[in-house]
């Protein structure tokens, strides 16, 4: 809508935050990009993802726990998902862009989609092959 909050970059639009909800969606209109290529991650990256409970240094011991990956961890296998920010004092902290790991999650059900759809065949074929020897 007209009265959603704009995130704007060197002039260009990168994203909103809907005035209703809060939610926050990035630019993802076609017209603006180039250099499209495949996304090669899928179920095998996937598996490799070691997910976490864990307290931020700072958090009081009784806090609930966040959920998360670790982003060096991530880096090693979908480094594209990692980005590094240099604190006040100098040193490198890792960050990890969580949205695009939504991404990688609907190719590996496309992934994992393929192979059931081939499982299923399969199935299928046998059970026919089933049923004409039980037919003898």
Known sequence: GTN???????GALR?????????YASLS?????????DFNY???TVLQLNPYKYHYLDNAG????????????????YPEAVHKTIDKEGKIIYTLDYQTMNVLTIKAIK??????????????DLLKRVEKLEQK
């Not at 959603?4 to 060197?10: E, F, G, K, Q, R």
């Not at 209109?29 to 290529?37: A, E, L, T």
């Not at 009784?62 to 296998?77: H, R, T, W």
């Open 111 to 124: 992934d994992q989609q393929q192979i059931i759809d081939k499982q299923q065949k399969t199935i299928d």
């Open 4 to 10: 959603d909050l704009s995130m704007w970059y060197n």
């Open 62 to 77: 009784n806090s609930p726990l966040s959920v998360g990956f670790m982003a060096q961890d991530v880096e090693k296998i």
């Open 42 to 44: 899928g179920i095998s």
């Open 15 to 23: 994203g909103v935050y809907n005035n209703a909800t809060g939610n």
């Open 29 to 37: 209109d076609r017209r603006f990009k180039k250099d499209i290529v």
